[in-house]
Structures are given as C-alpha cells and as structure tokens.
C-alpha cells in the first residue's frame, strides 16, 4: 500500500512556490493522482482557492533527477504549469519538490535555436525509435519517419513528425517529452489520423 507523506510548504509566493513532498511507494513511481492531489491541497493557499483542475500526465519515477510538468488550472480559470522533481530517494520513499512559476511559459517558436542546456534526442534517433515502436501496431509496411528537426529533453515539450508509408499516403505522430533523468530522456510517442 502507498503512503503519502503531506509535503512541508517552502515558498510563499507562486512565483517562486516550492513544496516538498515524499512518498513510500509500492513501485518506484508516484502515482500522478496522488501529486496532482499534494499540487491541489498546498498551492491552494497561494491560488486564492483550489484550482479547478490540475493534470499530471504521467507517474514520477522513483530516481533523482526525475520530473515531471503538470497542468493546473486556478480558482480563477488561469493556467499554470507546475513542476515537480525528485530531489532524493530513501530506499522506497521518494522525496520530491513542487514548483510553480508565475505563469505558463511561451513555447519556443519552431526553427529557434536551443539555448538551453537541456539534453537533446538527435532527428534520427526520434526517427528510428518512431519506427521501431510503430511498426508492430500498423496495418501496413512504413516507409520513413521525419521530424523537424531535434527533441529538446524538457518534460512538457512536443513535436509533430510525419510516419510515410509505402503505398505514398502519411499520417500524423506526436513526441511527448515525459520525463527527464540526468541526460536520459523518455518521450511518447502517439499516432494520429490519416493525412492522405
């Protein structure tokens, strides 16, 4: 069984709000629902309310370094994204931060160069791994997949690629940036509608 420790509020202001928190885990994640709870309940204070809605897309895994970006929507209908990172991990009990900027940040207009220091997955490697992992679920042979350019290793980032197939018709993919550990980066991948 879980067990959810109440995190200790650090921060007072949104802007540069921080929340601890721990967990003992059954597995070495925790769970979205139970940081999307912890987000709820200490940021509220700070919010003027509790937020209509908060939505962390996957689990934290139980390494250090690890993160995740969650959504959040305030009392007032404002959106804000939280982060939340693991900061130590004692044997089954994942201690982790809460931080929520001011606002949502602006996504980085596409051809812009990458000035952070953020781990990058090469084109190829998107590419190859797209493939690898869509070939068994397609009904037929693809060709090729291309994408515009590198995967910037920050959770929340995506970017739309092009799956070819054989008989000349396409279809859409996403890559979703999930988490980040050290310089590793786990992304998913998503297959869209056909194109034509």
């Not at 995190?7 to 059954?26: D, S």
């Amino acid at each position: 069984m879980r067990k959810l420790l109440v995190p200790a509020l650090l921060g007072t202001a949104l802007v540069t709000g921080l929340t601890t928190g721990c967990a003992t885990l059954f597995e070495e994640t925790v769970a979205a629902s139970e940081i999307e709870t912890q987000i709820s309940a200490k940021l509220a204070g700070q919010l003027g309310g509790p937020p209509r809605s908060v939505d962390c897309p996957v689990d934290l895994r139980g390494i250090v370094g690890s993160e995740i970006r969650c959504e959040l929507v305030t009392a007032s209908g404002v959106d804000r994204v939280v982060n939340v990172k693991v900061t130590s991990v004692d044997g089954d009990t994942v201690n982790y931060d809460i931080t929520a900027p001011a606002r949502r940040p602006e996504p980085t207009p596409t051809g812009a160069p990458n000035t952070s220091t953020a781990p990058i997955v090469t084109r190829t490697q998107v590419e190859v791994e797209a493939l690898r992992q869509l070939t068994p679920q397609l009904d037929g042979p693809p060709r090729s997949v291309t994408c515009p350019g590198d995967l910037r290793g920050e959770v929340g980032v995506t970017m739309e690629c092009t799956l070819h197939f054989e008989d000349g018709t396409s279809r859409q993919i996403t890559v979703s940036v999930t988490s980040v550990v050290n310089t590793r980066v786990f992304f998913d991948i998503r297959l869209g509608g056909a194109d034509g």
